[in-house]
């Protein structure tokens, strides 16, 4: 029998490394970076996850450290930063040493992948919650706000939007998925892919910008409070999987329109700006889409393929509200 493991035994094991930009890294008091460059803004935010919230509890280890962190790169992608380094809070009703390796595998690929570096933390027992803090850098005047959206911009998103939820709704047993689409759609859920390099190259063009974790109208909201102004959206010219492309409308219009968790950036640009942004993308190897447009009439309006307006139902996701009912 191998002795059960201890907090710094398990922080030593599955979360230190040897600092690489980091002055000083994991095991002292605080962490040392050198601060940034006198025309830098240092960008951060944090995102928690939550098991029975965010994750079930049987959720696959290394999927939940991918994730864990994604989300968090995701924040630094809508604003146009360039991850530096992260923290990690975590409580954990127990130290298991399967559980730990995995979780801290997809942690640190992603983490590799990014070249960010984990920094430091804190770590309790109790009921499983995961909470990263990421640390990125922006130049002054280039960061991506909510609130720079015009009227005349055009409306874009990144990859495709609704796997996320149709995947959800097949693991609550609100449909049924076929093997492979399973596959391809459960892997989006579980395993989202911050648009770092589209929020770079995305700097200096984009007016406003923000990743669609809550339901594309409901984070389409943000930006319009945010920037005084309405849109238009194109229901139909919604960038969708083979997947969601099978469903009938109005679960497709659900799970794109009302669904999170995508975690692709929804950004406006001066239409003089689109083959700027077009070739912005392609040095990403982003696919993005353009869905509508910034009007100056307030409220948002949605239409279909033949102009028609079509009725918004479509609430996105809110923590302290009732969950808003499909149409
Ligand atoms: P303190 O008692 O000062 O809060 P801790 O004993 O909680 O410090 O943590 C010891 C060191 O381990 C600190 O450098 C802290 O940043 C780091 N640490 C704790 N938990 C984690 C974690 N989950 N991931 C990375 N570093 C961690
Ligand atoms: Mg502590």
Known sequence: ????????????????????????????DCALLAAPAPNERLAISSDMLVEGRHFFADADPEALGHKTLAVNLSDLAAIGAKPLAFT????????????????????????????IELIGGDTTRGPRNLCVTVLGTVPQGLALLRSGARPGDDLWVSGTVGDARLALGHRLGEWALDAHDQTATL????????????????????????????????????????????????????????????????????????????????????????????AAAARAATPITRIGHIDVEPGLRLIDAQGRVLDNAYAGFDHFRPSSSPP
């Open 187 to 278: 892997r989006r859920m579980d395993r989202p892919e911050p648009r770092i390099a589209l929020g770079l190259a995305l700097r200096g063009l984009a007016h406003a910008a923000l990743d669609v974790s809550d339901g594309l109208l409901a984070d389409l909201g943000h930006i319009l409070r945010a920037s005084a102004v309405g849109a238009t959206v194109e229901a139909d010219a919604l960038p969708a999987s083979e997947a969601l492309r099978a469903l009938t409308p109005s679960r497709r219009r659900l799970c794109q329109l009302a669904g999170g968790d995508d975690y692709e950036l929804l950004f406006t640009a001066p239409a003089t700006a689109c083959r700027a942004v077009e």
């Open 88 to 115: 990690l809070a975590m409580a954990l009703p127990e130290a298991d040493a399967r559980w730990l390796a995995g979780f801290s595998r997809g942690l640190l690929d992603l983490a590799d992948r990014h070249d």
């Open 1 to 28: 029998m191998t002795a059960p493991l201890g907090e710094f035994d398990l922080i030593a094991r599955y979360f230190t490394r040897p600092p690489r930009r980091a002055v000083l890294g994991v095991g002292d």
